[in-house]
Nanobody, 126 residues
């Protein structure tokens, strides 16, 4: 079992930045692909970014390319999402997710991940 806890969300003005963290426990994330998803009110939960288990390979949704950066520190068992140039459309609950190595890469669907955090709210004001 992998337990995931997100932090770092909050209220920020458009154009600002936030850094989300996802701290894992129970298992080392070095054997897991990790992803960030987000869900706005009334909308589906969509992939934002993902990082392959060894790092070095990343995936980004088109809507965040060039603005968001996903990274991982396997030694600290933590995944990060650096979000720059935030827009009101980025407002959502952001979730961290994990799936064990052996699954397809990149996993972009919610059904492809086995473990989820509780989410952290990001609100971008205009």
């Amino acid at each position: 079992q992998v337990q995931l806890v997100e932090s770092g969300g909050g209220l920020v003005q458009a154009g600002g930045s936030l850094r989300l963290s996802c701290a894992a426990s129970g298992r080392t994330i070095s054997q897991y692909h990790m992803g960030w998803f987000r869900q706005a009110p009334g909308k589906e939960r969509d992939i934002v970014a993902a990082t392959r288990y060894k790092g070095g390979m990343t995936y980004y949704a088109d809507s965040v390319k060039g603005r968001f950066t996903i990274s991982r520190d396997n030694a600290k068992n933590t995944v990060y999402l650096q979000m720059n140039s935030l827009k009101p459309d980025d407002t959502a609950v952001y979730y961290c997710a994990a799936v064990r190595v052996g699954s397809s890469w990149p996993g972009t669907g919610v059904y492809e991940y086995d473990y989820w955090g509780q989410g952290t709210q990001v609100t971008v004001s205009s």
